[in-house]
């Protein structure tokens, strides 16, 4: 996968020189670039924002340096990814469809957001996908993009070492949370590893996370269960 990202703050996205994309990166999986927006501008103070037109408070990112980078980074086709709190909530499911893409272009903004008219000049040779990370605002897109990239990039076959983590995870098939995990000792400050998961009977491992991923996600986050799921377990308050 190729993946652009435009900023006014490239240095803001090192951190993806780091950890798992940054391997992904050496394994050839991802061929991530990092540009800064003003490399396009043409005057002496580099501008790339202007007072928003009908007034109103901040500025607003200007369209021909957003024109230009886009002209020079995406070929037809590729999908543009615009980080915005007023887009489409970014999901694992949104993650996964990214996945398959072939080429993304991430265009950070700042301040009020970038000019709408680079966003429908766009929409006219690319895909256009407006994404919000949560209910919350940001000062930039970086944010968003570091965790975007994370989020699609971990996806990408051949990325995760073990294949098999990306099975059970929170946000996966079956809708659930993840149940809580534990490692060694068996007793810490007091605290006991349930001991179901210290029998070795697989298959009662097997319904006891699945249990648990079912009262985790009734007591944090009952809007994801799966209608199949409903009333299939007792919930107590007491998980974590
Ligand atoms: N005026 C904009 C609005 O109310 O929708 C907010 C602009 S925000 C201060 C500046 C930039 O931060 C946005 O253009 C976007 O790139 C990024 N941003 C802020 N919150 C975000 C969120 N929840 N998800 C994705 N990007 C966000």
Redesign the pocket.
């Known amino acids: 996968m190729r993946v652009d990202v435009v900023s006014i703050f490239p240095d803001y996205l090192r951190a993806l020189e780091l950890s798992l994309p940054g391997r992904a990166r050496e394994k050839g999986l991802l061929d991530l670039a990092v540009h800064d927006l003003r490399d396009w501008t043409h005057d002496r103070h580099r501008a790339v924002d202007d007072t928003p037109t009908g007034g109103g408070a901040?500025m607003v990112m200007k369209p021909q340096p957003w024109g230009e980078a886009l002209d020079a980074l995406a070929p037809d086709g590729a999908t543009l990814l615009v980080?915005?709190?007023?887009?489409e909530r970014f999901t694992q499911r949104v993650a996964e469809e990214l996945s398959a893409r072939e080429h993304l272009v991430v265009a950070?903004?700042?301040?009020?957001?970038?000019d709408q008219r680079v966003l429908d000049e766009s929409a006219r040779r690319l895909e256009v996908r407006e994404?919000?990370?949560?209910?919350?605002?940001?000062?930039?897109?970086e944010v968003?993009a570091l965790a975007m990239i994370e989020a699609v990039c971990r996806l990408l076959p051949g990325f995760m070492g073990n294949a098999e983590s990306l099975a059970e995870e929170s946000h996966g098939a079956d809708g659930l949370l993840e149940y809580p995990v534990y490692t060694r000792p068996a007793a810490w400050r007091g605290h006991e590893v349930p001991e179901v998961l210290l029998s070795g009977d697989h298959a009662r491992i097997a319904a006891w996370r699945h249990a648990q991923a079912v009262r985790r996600t009734t007591l944090r986050r009952p809007d994801l269960l799966p209608a199949t799921t409903t009333g299939e377990t007792e919930v107590r308050p007491a998980v974590a």
Request: contains cysteine.
């Open positions: 901040g980080p915005t709190p007023a887009g950070c903004g700042r301040y009020e957001g970038i994404l919000s990370l949560g209910d919350y605002v940001l000062n930039g897109g968003a």
